[in-house]
């Protein structure tokens, strides 16, 4: 099994930034892509980035230009680093890994983004 960690989350002004991180443990020889996602509160989860182990990303287009993810795979550790925020930024952000095989998800961490 593979275990993701997130952690980082908080509260913060709006146009402030903050990082936040996920460390997977276990099973992880075999992950390839790592994201995040969020769960705003009434709303679905959605995809907000994603990378793979060779480092191509993709972003949702709410998030363009303020958010970056990155990832060390030395590490097994994926970050977002989020700048500009908004207050409709606020949401629990959630770790994903897929191993090619199936996904796995972390408990989330909160972030909230006061005006």
């Known amino acids: 099994q593979v275990k993701l960690v997130e952690s980082g989350g908080g509260l913060v002004q709006a146009g402030g930034s903050l990082r936040i991180s996920c460390s997977a443990s276990?099973?992880?020889?075999?992950?390839?892509?790592m994201g995040w996602y969020r769960q705003a509160p009434g709303k679905q989860r959605e995809l907000v980035a994603g990378?793979?182990?060779?480092?191509?990303?993709n972003y949702a287009d709410s998030v363009k230009g303020r958010f970056t993810i990155s990832r060390d795979n030395a590490k097994h550790t994926v970050y977002l680093q989020m700048n500009s925020l908004k207050p409709e930024d606020t949401a629990v952000y959630y770790c994903?890994?897929?191993?090619?095989?199936?996904?796995?998800w972390g408990r989330g961490t909160s972030v909230t983004v006061s005006s």
């Open positions: 990378i793979t182990s060779g480092g191509s990303t």
């Open positions: 276990g099973f992880i020889s075999n992950i390839n892509a």
């Open positions: 994903s890994a897929n191993s090619g095989l199936r996904d796995y």
